[in-house]
């Protein structure tokens, strides 16, 4: 019985616990003793986290009713309280309640799920491009519209500076305006990389000689912070991913200086990384 207090105090204080850490977690980054996602900086992802949301509560509530029936079966119908067992085999009303519930249940988990998948699977008409090439280590951002292209390595721990993130921090970042649909293409130049950015719900894979798509709409402006999400080598864990997001003025002033910063006439060929992650 203690052990089954205990149970109960667990559940009745992790519960709101959660709630509190999701509320905790915020944008753009992960968060230390972070439990849940990042909060969402998209459309995409808010649903993803809504979708998340109901699953746990649906989960939990599905759990507790299976612990509660195991106990009254334990405490109820065991050898000394129950010594003479029931013949009974088949209960129709039971039967067709055990079999139409759980389809309710999962047909009520499948309309959102569809409808969430058509979503992100439905490409928006596109304000920006951009074109995220996955290289053993680092990316590389193309901006086709501009005709420009640069590479987004990470900073190293000894160059870091104060209120950088370890590991999460890069030279260039990749920047985009709030509130605009930002096409993603990727692609892999060597082996298959991953694109994933938390708070915008994106990840995919970044293939080499396939062009894969996503794309995202920021609703607020900020750093926001992912990683290669598909195991490509040795430094496959120091090729982060940085997000600006900016309002459309600064976005435009930052394609005006990047032009002439990054200027390309299209047949760069592919840089690779030199061993030591320098390229
Ligand atoms: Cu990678």
New binding site residues.
């Given amino acids: 019985m203690l052990v089954l207090k205990r149970l109960i105090t667990f559940i009745g204080t992790s519960v709101p616990l959660m709630t509190a850490e999701v509320a905790l977690a915020a944008s753009g980054q992960p968060e230390p003793w972070q439990l849940g996602m990042q909060k969402g900086a998209t459309p995409v992802m808010n649903d993803i986290i809504w979708f998340h949301d109901l699953l746990l509560w649906l989960i939990t509530a599905i759990a507790l009713f299976v612990l509660a029936l195991l106990v009254i079966v334990v405490v109820k119908f065991n050898a000394r309280a129950n010594p003479t067992p029931s013949r009974t085999t088949h209960n129709t009303t039971i039967e067709v309640l055990w079999t139409v519930v759980p389809v309710l249940i999962l047909v009520t988990i499948a309309i959102p799920s569809f409808r969430l998948l058509f979503f992100q699977l439905n490409m928006p008409k596109a304000d920006v491009t951009v074109k995220a090439t996955?290289k053993?280590?680092f990316w590389t951002y193309s901006y086709p519209d501009d005709k420009f292209e640069f590479d987004s390595l990470m900073v190293k721990d000894k160059d870091l500076k104060q209120g950088q993130l370890r590991l999460l921090t890069v030279d260039n970042e990749m920047v985009v305006p709030v509130n605009k649909v930002v096409h993603v293409l990727t692609i892999g130049a060597d082996?298959i990389?991953?694109f994933a950015v938390p708070s915008f719900g994106i990840k995919i894979d970044?293939i080499p000689g396939r062009i894969n798509e996503t794309w995202f709409k920021a609703e607020r402006e900020g750093t926001y912070h992912g990683q290669?999400s598909?195991?490509?080598?040795k430094d496959?864990a120091f090729?982060p991913i940085v997000v600006r997001v900016v309002n459309e003025k600064d976005y435009t002033a930052w394609v005006e200086q990047a032009k002439k910063k990054y200027a390309t006439d299209g047949s760069r060929p592919t840089a690779v990384a030199a061993a030591d992650g320098t390229k």
């Fill in positions: 996955g053993q280590w082996v990389h991953a970044s290669c598909e195991l490509c080598g496959h090729m």
